[in-house]
């Protein structure tokens, strides 16, 4: 696996931070990783064994270590609702389809509601990475997550059932 790692130059946000580095890589497969977040050594041969062996298969997530200031967890994602955007890898034609992220709380979920036919998601249900939720973590912020969530129900009146999954996090 070759890897190539894509910075911004200047703080300009992280959506339109992960947007810019998605147009700027030439692979067929991108994935996200925060400053502070932690791959598993075996997570870009995992997914990219998925993707390479399943065509139908467009996105995979997998299960994660969910580190905070008291205790790690492990999060094992019953559907995509559950999981985070770090680590989630994507065929890069596809997302270049979709028209990448837009700016809201949860650019992963709006892209799939977006084109909810398009994504076929795969979940690998082992822990490939760390997400480090702490204090300024958006998902520690119960008041932007139910703000995210209600955006997404303006956003997407008729997938209602889908927007409940979303994990709401304690």
């Not at 580190?67 to 955007?85: F, L």
């Not at 992220?101 to 795969?122: A, H, Q, S, V």
Request: aromatic share 12%; glycine share 2%; charged share 30%.
């Amino acid at each position: 696996i070759q890897i190539r790692i894509l910075r911004s130059r200047k703080n300009i946000g992280h959506v339109q931070t992960a947007n810019e580095c998605f147009k700027q890589s030439k692979a067929q497969y991108v994935v996200l990783l925060d400053a502070d977040d932690k791959f598993e050594k075996t997570l870009l041969k995992e997914e990219v064994r998925v993707l390479d062996n399943n065509q139908s298969v467009n996105l995979v997530y997998s299960a994660y270590f969910e580190k905070t200031s008291r205790k790690v967890d492990e999060v094992y994602p019953k559907n995509i609702w559950e999981s985070v955007a770090v680590g989630t890898m994507y065929r890069k034609n596809v997302l270049k389809k979709t028209g990448y992220f837009r700016e809201t709380l949860f650019p992963e979920y709006d892209l799939i509601f977006r084109n909810p036919k398009t994504w076929k998601p795969f979940c690998i249900p082992k822990p490939l990475f760390t997400y480090f939720r702490n204090s300024k973590s958006m998902t520690s912020r119960k008041t932007a997550v139910a703000q995210g969530i209600a955006d997404l129900k303006k956003q997407y009146p008729n997938q209602i059932n889908e927007i409940q999954k979303i994990r709401i996090y304690d």
